[in-house]
């Protein structure tokens, strides 16, 4: 019994550490930098998704009404053709997208969004929308200030 148990043992911290590798090798998502993903996202801002809509049932993406807290970057990009309800609220499409590795919102989360004005191609349907440029981050102290670090070019 106890040579067998060991093997297991052993068998499932091997196991243990495959995943926790494999999960910090990201898959086959590689995340840019920080910097890199500032530069090129026009704007950054804080908010929360307030609503889900237009999920495309083919490629699972979607697009989310989001109340803007506060820009980190950008804000003069964000004219009123981009606002909505009143001006504190946008739309950003792009979730899901598989270009994109934390792509994922559900209503009520609060991240910071790395986004730019929806390109010509996604017109008609996403003209004076905003889209998903990077993955989604979570709001932490440090997360901001590395951000606002990266903004301010230091
Ligand atoms: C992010 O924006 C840059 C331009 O600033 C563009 O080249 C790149 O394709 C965009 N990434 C995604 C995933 O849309």
């Known amino acids: 019994m106890g040579k067998r148990w060991r093997t297991v043992k052993n068998c499932c911290w091997t196991l243990i550490l495959i995943a926790v590798l494999l999960k910090n090798c990201n898959g086959n998502c590689p995340e840019k930098e920080l910097e890199r993903r500032e530069e090129e996202a026009n704007v950054v801002l804080t908010g929360t998704v307030e609503e889900i809509m237009n999920m495309d049932p083919v490629h699972n993406t979607y697009s989310c009404k989001v109340r803007v807290w506060r820009y980190l970057k950008g804000k003069e990009v964000v004219t009123n053709d981009i606002l909505v309800d009143g001006g504190n609220k946008v739309m950003i499409c792009g979730f ?6 934390d792509n994922q919102v559900s209503t009520g989360d609060t991240r910071i969004f790395f986004v730019n004005p929806a390109p010509e191609y996604m017109w008609p349907a996403h003209k004076n929308e905003l889209m998903l440029n990077s993955s989604l981050m979570r709001i932490t102290l440090r ?12």
Do not use: A, H
């Open 96 to 101: 899901g997208e598989p270009k994109i590795c």
């Open 143 to 154: 997360n901001l200030e590395e951000v606002e670090s990266c903004v301010e070019g230091v």
